[in-house]
């Protein structure tokens, strides 16, 4: 199964830019089989991504490696349902570097 891997700033400044709202918002998306997706979503709640301008680009969200800033609830989650419905194979180009053999 494909996965979606969802990073959502929960540094201070994100967090009070309401990045914990759209980690809510993803949250009631539940289970995504249920709508007849077959997408594994994997969201993480990550410290800061240094990459908020102290707080000017707040909240920063990371999905499969493509960074928003001011990240907005409706445009993280247009974003999610467009990729479970070709939902990434698990083995896409953002999965850390693993060690060969
Ligand atoms: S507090 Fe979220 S990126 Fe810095």
């Given at each position: 199964m494909g996965k979606i891997k969802v990073e959502v700033c929960a540094g201070t400044f994100c967090t009070m830019m309401g990045s914990m709202d759209i980690a809510a918002a993803i949250d009631s998306l539940g289970d995504l089989e249920e709508s007849g997706i077959r997408c594994d979503l994997d969201v993480i709640m990550v410290p800061?991504?240094?990459?908020?301008e102290a707080g000017a680009l707040s909240p920063v969200v990371r999905i499969n490696g493509e960074t928003f800033f001011r990240a907005e609830t409706e445009t993280v989650m247009a974003k999610l349902l467009e990729l479970a419905k070709n939902c990434p194979d698990?083995?896409?180009?953002?999965?850390q570097e693993q060690a060969g053999h």
């Open positions: 800061c991504l240094e990459n908020c698990s083995t896409d180009n953002n999965t």
